[in-house]
Structure formats: C-alpha cells, structure tokens
T-cell receptor, first 119, second 111 residues
Framework: GAVVSQHPSWVICKSGTSVKIECRSL??????MFWYRQFPKQSLMLMAT?????????EQGVEKDKFLINHASLTLSTLTVTSAHPEDSSFYIC???????????????FGAGSRLTVL | DAKTTQPTSMDCAEGRAANLPCNHS???????VYWYRQIHSQGPQYIIH???NNETNEMASLIITEDRKSSTLILPHATLRDTAVYYC????????????FGKGTTLSVSS
C-alpha cells in the first residue's frame, strides 16, 4: 500500500514553455502533498506544501508564480513550471502521507520523480 | 539547517552488516528519527522510524541511544542493491509535516 505515482517520469521542453507534472496517491487519500527539487549531486530541497482545497505554502526563495501548484482532489496534486528556462532543469519529486494521525499513517511516501530538461 | 549530522560516505563489503550513524543532539521530545534512502535517480524510499525504543523491520534495525542524541541504522546483510544515499531525519510524527533532508551518507557496497 501507500503508492505515489508521478507523471511524466522525464520530460524535455523548449525554453519559454510550461510543463505540468502530476503526483497521484494511488491507494490512499492525501490531504497534504509535498514537492521537492533535487539538483545533481545535491540533496532534496523542499519547494512547497500542497494542501487539498487551499493554496500551497511555498518555501522561502521559491517563486509561487513560476511553480504553480494545484491540489484539486485528495489524490492529485500538480506542479506546473511556467516559462521554463534551462536553470529549471532538475529532478522534481513529490511525496504524500495518508490522512489521519495514527502512528503508521505519517510515513511519507515518495514518487519516483520527474526529470525535467529545458533546452 | 539540518538537525542531524551524518558521515559523508561509508563503504561496506557485501554480506556484512552496514552500521550507519547519525547524531541528532538537539532532538525534541516529540520528534521521531526517520531513515530514508535514495538509490540513484529514484525517489526516496522509507526504511524505518522510531521514537526511543529500538525498532526492527524486514529492511533494517534502528538503534536509538537512551538519551536520544544519536542513532544507528543497521542493514544486517548488505547487498550491492543497498548502495544508496541514506538520510537520517528528525521530524514530529504529525500529518502535514514535511521531511527536511540533509546531505545524508553515501553507502557503497562492494563485492
């Protein structure tokens, strides 16, 4: 159980275009999902917290108008990189935990990641 | 800033136990110790977590010192597939709380 799926797993786009990445919890509902970014040879950096039915909370230094997050349902959050540039090329990873507070329910499950290359 | 300190890298022979240390001297009473690993170009994988008691599952064992200021992740019989970056993270066990990753330990298992 607790599977998180990301799509696409990799994408190449031209500079100036927008790219949407989907994150789905396949067998559980997630009121909260998290988006991370990882550059080569670096650790994961939290970008934003996505809350179902409300606005996302962005970490300091992350442009909310550039990285649009929508969490329209309990099983889907999307990250749209708008007007992508080569410096946005990175590995984007989402994670989610089950709704509820039971001890075992608060383990975050991660997607396999989406590798974005902007030409 | 990361709230944990881990060695940058470690080596382990295949079939031997891998013991990965983590210091978390400023851990709060309501924070758990979580361990995740990331194999190259994949998303992080949950391994184990605990509060103060030692824990064991099918993947690993977690030993937490009595004062909770440090812990050790033990992979009892390391295989080549255990080569990965291992992250030790302290976090309150509460829904809606993110994991903040440090630099982790790169474990290299060789034959």
């Amino acid at each position: 159980g607790a599977v998180v799926s990301q799509h696409p797993s990799w994408v190449i786009c031209k500079s100036g275009t927008s790219v949407k990445i989907e994150c789905r919890s396949l067998d559980f509902q997630a009121t909260t999902m998290f988006w991370y970014r990882q550059f080569p040879k670096q650790s994961l950096m939290l970008m934003a917290t996505s809350n179902e039915g409300s606005k996302a909370t962005y970490e300091q230094g992350v442009e909310k108008d550039k990285f649009l997050i929508n969490h329209a349902s309990l099983t889907l959050s999307t990250l749209t990189v708008t007007s992508a540039h080569p410096e946005d090329s990175s590995f984007y990873i989402c994670s989610a935990n089950r709704a509820g507070y039971a001890l075992g329910a608060n383990v975050l499950t991660f997607g396999a990641g989406s590798r974005l290359t902007v030409l | 800033d990361a709230k944990t300190t881990q060695p940058t890298s470690m080596d382990c022979a295949e079939g031997r136990a891998a013991n990965l240390p983590c210091n978390h001297s400023t851990i709060s009473g309501n924070e758990y110790v979580y361990w995740y690993r990331q194999i190259h170009s994949q998303g992080p994988q949950y391994i184990i977590h605990g509060l103060k008691n030692n824990e064991t599952n099918e993947m690993a064992s977690l030993i937490i010192t009595e004062d909770r200021k440090s812990s050790t992740l033990i992979l009892p019989h390391a295989t080549l597939r255990d080569t990965a970056v291992y992250y030790c993270i302290v976090r309150v066990n509460q829904a809606g709380t993110a994991l903040i990753f440090g630099k982790g330990t790169t474990l290299s298992v060789s034959s």
